[in-house]
Nanobody
Framework: QVQLVESGGGLVQAGGSLRLSCAAS????????MGWFRQAPGKEREFIAA????????YYANSVKGRFTISRDNAKNTVALQMNSLKPEDTAVYYC????????????????????WGQGTQVTVSS
């Protein structure tokens, strides 16, 4: 069972940047697409971004497109989320997640397509 650990959250002013990182415990990480989700207080967990296992395909929610960039380093078993031009509405707990199907063609966007989650990291954007 792959374990995921997020890091890099914190408090930042609006317009600032943060880089989240997610470390996976197993080499088989490289066979799976990876995603980032977030959950604000009182709201459902929402999809933010995903990257295919080959790193050739990415997909972003409209709310973060052009501001966030997902990337992965399969040699280091890590996936990152670079967040620029942050807004107060980006405030949430951010979760890293692993696709349940190896070698998927395409990029999973639905929460039900992921089977492993990290513990989350808090991102707070002040106005």
């Amino acid at each position: 069972q792959v374990q995921l650990v997020e890091s890099g959250g914190g408090l930042v002013q609006a317009g600032g940047s943060l880089r989240l990182s997610c470390a996976a415990s197993k080499q088989t990480f490289s066979n799976f697409a990876m995603g980032w989700f977030r959950q604000a207080p009182g709201k459902e967990r929402e999809f933010i971004a995903a990257i295919s296992w080959t790193a050739t395909n990415t997909y972003y929610a409209n709310s973060v497109k052009g501001r966030f960039t997902i990337s992965r380093d399969n040699a280091k078993n890590t996936v990152a989320l670079q967040m620029n031009s942050l807004k107060p509405e980006d405030t949430a707990v951010y979760y890293c997640s692993k696709d349940q199907i190896p070698w998927r063609v395409g990029v999973p966007r639905d929460r039900d397509e992921y089977d492993t989650w990290g513990q989350g990291t808090q991102v707070t954007v002040s106005s």
